[in-house]
């Protein structure tokens, strides 16, 4: 496609209920990030993954965050349980191995 | 360890003002470098790469690696350039791209 295309781009949800929430990535883009961004603040980084392995999910935070990608093409992030501060804009974005990285337009997820 | 790091969370600046917007980082190796905005409800997006060496909306940036330093300069800020600003590194083909916590931009009239 065109450009990183995420969805759902507004999502409110009940708190404890399980979110899901997908990217599809720049065609021929190996590497694939997720950050969250909460209001008024800056990023934080997720998952990256590198193909459909994850060499670094250290910024997840917590076991009720996961993440998988199928093949070199579309991912999903699952929040279960969802809580209150889990409510944020997050981002994917993707770039071929070190170079530009290209962002979607986010999830904006708000749990109430 | 790699890092980057943006010392300021906020900066405000008077219209026609320079401005500085300070960037360093930690990589033990030759990183490559980058400026992304965030323009207010716009999608994160790049400014500019160390490699292109060129200027961008009047910005600038020159890689110290002496001071490890990649500085976002404009000689004459405008309003239009209040936004959040994040330094990035890119190091080893597979290894992440790591990113800053950002610098919001407050552009006074």
């Known amino acids: 496609g065109a450009g990183v295309s995420q969805s759902p781009s507004n999502k409110v949800t009940e708190k404890g209920k399980d979110v899901e929430l997908r990217c599809d990535p720049i065609?021929?883009?190996?590497?694939l990030y997720w950050y969250r961004q909460r209001l008024g603040q800056g990023l934080e980084f997720l998952i990256y993954?590198?193909?459909?392995?994850?060499?670094?999910k250290s910024g997840l935070p917590s076991d009720r965050f996961s993440a998988e990608r199928t093949g070199e093409s579309v991912s999903t992030l699952t929040i279960q349980r969802t809580q209150q501060e889990d409510s944020a804009v997050y981002l994917c974005?993707?770039?071929?191995?070190?170079?530009?990285?290209?962002f979607g337009e986010g999830s904006w997820l708000t749990v109430v | 360890a790699q890092r980057v790091t943006q010392p300021e969370k906020l900066l405000s600046v008077f219209k026609g003002a320079p401005v500085e917007l300070k960037c360093n980082y930690s990589?033990?190796?030759?990183?490559?470098l980058f400026w992304y905005v965030q323009y207010s409800r716009q999608r994160l997006q790049l400014l500019l790469r160390?490699?292109s060496r060129e200027s961008i909306k009047g910005f600038t940036a020159d890689l110290n690696k002496g001071e490890t330093s990649f500085h976002l300069k404009k000689p004459f800020a405008q309003e239009e350039d209040s936004a959040m600003y994040y330094c990035a590194l890119s190091g080893n083909r597979d290894d992440k791209i790591i990113f800053g916590k950002g610098t919001r931009l407050h552009i006074l009239p």
């Open positions: 974005a993707s770039s071929r191995s070190g170079n530009t990285i290209y």
């Open positions: 990589y033990s190796g030759s990183p490559e």
């Open positions: 065609s021929g883009h190996t590497a």
């Open positions: 160390h490699i």
């Open positions: 993954f590198q193909g459909n392995s994850a060499p670094d």
